[in-house]
């Protein structure tokens, strides 16, 4: 593999603190954009009579962007300049909020929200591919990583509160333009500030290889969030299959080509896969139980929209407090148990939202969120560390994009498991509160289909019959309930196992050490008989 003849690394680049600035802030317009959604998704249902498979849709819409495209325009961005698509996906992002605010369907919305997450997936997997060419390895960089994966996690508890905010005085369309003005600063500052070129590859882009990725992962993603969801199994069963066949297409593609856009060698190494698929399970689980927690805060415990977003702030502040421990315990004891420490308060996290009920004080919400936020804290940094620190510089925007993936990918599968979890619980419940009703013989199928389709659905059908109004309400608010638990009891599991990879793939400290310096020394000499 060949490179752009750039600087030798320093320790950290000259304005270091400006620099690292402008990339955290370009990150934090991305990751605002992922949680803006979800605080509106009630306004949403209700101004547009919306299924809960829609609002799924909506609230995973940025992700899947971000996740189809992030590998391909990682690629791109090695080759053709990291800080050039970085300033063009923050411009973009401008546009895709103006869109999704303005949109006159929920389908433009969904297509809108798509949008939004392809221009992300320009601008986010850049600001890690540049901290990692741009610092050299070592305590320095592992500061630098730990605070932009702190303030990306982060990003999400301070978009919830920002659009609750709004959301009190405006229409749901203002919680999508909250990253707009933040982008525009973030353009002139990472214009300014960071260097261009630097240890940037002049292989070719594998093209196809980048198409059928892009593919693959809309299927898998599309296909995770439908095929548990009411009458769509058929649909999203013929979407896995898909997502399968284009995977194994990519897989021999990735084989048989020179210029892999994914370099299957490096992905093979156990300090990549294992992070990589730890970290996928414990920001998706973050993303997930966001999704599920502002719907129960709103629908079941009468939160406005403010009042939701404030009651994550806990976790914003676990994720603040953690990340610098978080730094020091992965440089002292490795990335295994910094991992499983988080892994544990993310458990503890879920096991707590099982006990949320309708008559949850506020103190319970707020131990559930905090316990979520500190383990994403904790595991987040060593699972990014590792990435960059298993693959070549060059070819940085590899790491950056399975970095992305992880929260992203990850924040994509548990929103759409989750909230098909919700969808179907909701929807299973409802129905047996129907079967029971000594009014279940008056009940036409097509309010039957409006009760089950989702929480916003039921309030319209509750309208239309005001003499029914205050039974409808308690089992829609039951069945909200039921199907929040099974999707939380999903999550509890999902740690578990995840907890359970990270415990037996990972090696000791000094292993890992180890690894890490043999992978080191294999790419420089892969590096020197490439340049003959």
């Known amino acids: 593999m060949t490179a752009v003849p750039a600087p030798t690394v320093t320790a950290v680049p000259r304005r270091a603190r400006l620099v690292l600035s402008a990339l955290i802030l370009a990150a934090l317009v991305c990751n605002i954009n992922l949680a803006a959604?979800?605080?509106?998704?009630p306004e949403i249902?209700?101004?547009?009579?919306?299924?809960?498979?829609?609002?799924?849709?909506?609230?995973?819409?940025?992700?899947?962007?971000?996740?189809?495209?992030?590998l391909y325009l990682g690629a791109l961005a090695d080759r053709y300049g990291r800080k050039q698509l970085l300033l063009l996906g923050l411009v973009l992002t401008v546009v895709a909020s103006f869109l999704s605010a303005f949109s006159v369907t929920v389908e433009m919305l969904i297509a809108a929200r798509i949008f939004t997450g392809i221009a992300a997936g320009m601008a986010y997997p850049t600001t890690l591919s540049l901290i990692t060419a741009l610092w050299a390895n070592g305590p320095e960089r592992t500061k630098a990583i730990a605070l932009w994966s702190a303030v990306s996690a982060?990003?999400?508890?301070?978009?919830?509160?920002?659009?609750?905010?709004?959301?009190?005085?405006?229409?749901?369309?203002?919680?999508?333009?909250?990253?707009?003005?933040?982008?525009?600063?973030?353009v002139v500052m990472v214009w300014v500030a960071v260097p261009a070129?630097?240890?940037?590859?002049?292989?070719?882009?594998?093209?196809?290889?980048?198409?059928?990725?892009?593919?693959?992962?809309?299927?898998?993603?599309?296909?995770?969030?439908?095929?548990?969801?009411?009458g769509q199994a058929t649909l999203g069963a013929v979407l896995l299959v898909v997502a399968v066949v284009l995977f194994a297409g990519f897989g021999i593609r990735q084989r048989a080509t020179r210029h892999p856009l994914y370099d299957l060698t490096v992905a093979r190494r156990r300090m990549f896969w294992v992070p990589a698929a730890g970290g996928m399970i414990v920001?998706?689980?973050?993303?997930?139980?966001?999704?599920?927690?502002?719907?129960?805060?709103?629908?079941?415990?009468?939160?406005?929209?403010?009042?939701?977003?404030?009651?994550?702030?806990?976790?914003?502040?676990?994720?603040?407090?953690?990340?610098?421990?978080?730094?020091?315990?992965?440089?002292?004891?490795?990335?295994?148990?910094?991992?499983?420490?988080?892994?544990?308060?993310?458990?503890?996290?879920?096991?707590?939202m099982l006990f949320w009920r309708e008559s949850t004080p506020y103190w319970l919400v707020g131990v559930g969120f905090f316990f979520i936020g500190g383990g994403a804290a904790l595991a987040m940094t060593p699972a990014s560390r590792a990435l960059t620190e298993s693959t070549p510089v060059a070819r940085v925007g590899m790491a950056s994009a399975t970095s992305d993936l992880q929260r992203d990918l990850g924040g994509s599968i548990m929103q759409a498991i989750l909230g098909a979890i919700l969808a179907s619980g909701f929807a299973a419940a409802f129905a047996r509160q129907i079967s029971a009703s000594s009014d279940a013989s008056s009940i036409s199928a097509s309010v039957t289909e409006a009760l089950q389709a989702s929480y916003a659905s039921a309030l319209h059908v509750a309208d239309q019959y005001p003499q029914y109004q205050d039974q409808i309400l308690a089992a829609a608010a039951q069945s909200l309930v039921t199907g929040a638990l099974a999707a939380?009891?999903?999550?509890?599991?999902?740690?578990?196992?995840?907890?359970?990879?990270?415990?037996?793939?990972?090696?000791?400290?000094?292993?890992?050490?180890?690894?890490?310096?043999?992978?080191?020394?294999?790419d420089a000499t892969a590096e020197t008989v490439s340049a003959r």
């Open 37 to 41: 959604a979800n605080i509106a998704l």
């Open 45 to 70: 249902g209700d101004a547009f009579g919306s299924t809960q498979t829609q609002l799924n849709l909506v609230a995973l819409g940025c992700s899947l962007g971000l996740a189809m495209s992030v």
């Open 154 to 186: 982060m990003a999400t508890v301070i978009g919830s509160v920002l659009a609750g905010l709004l959301l009190e005085a405006f229409w749901w369309g203002s919680a999508f333009l909250i990253a707009a003005p933040i982008a525009a600063v973030a």
């Open 197 to 230: 070129h630097v240890h940037e590859s002049s292989d070719p882009v594998d093209h196809l290889g980048g198409v059928v990725s892009v593919l693959a992962v809309a299927a898998f993603v599309l296909g995770v969030s439908t095929v548990f969801a009411p």
């Open 283 to 352: 920001f998706g689980s973050l993303m997930g139980a966001m999704f599920v927690g502002q719907q129960f805060l709103q629908n079941i415990l009468g939160y406005d929209t403010f009042e939701a977003g404030l009651a994550v702030v806990p976790a914003a502040v676990s994720l603040l407090l953690l990340a610098p421990v978080s730094a020091r315990l992965v440089t002292a004891r490795g990335s295994r148990v910094t991992m499983l420490c988080g892994y544990a308060l993310v458990l503890i996290g879920f096991v707590t």
């Open 488 to 522: 939380y009891l999903v999550g509890a599991v999902a740690i578990v196992l995840g907890a359970a990879l990270v415990g037996f793939g990972l090696p000791s400290h000094a292993r890992e050490r180890e690894l890490v310096e043999q992978y080191t020394r294999a």
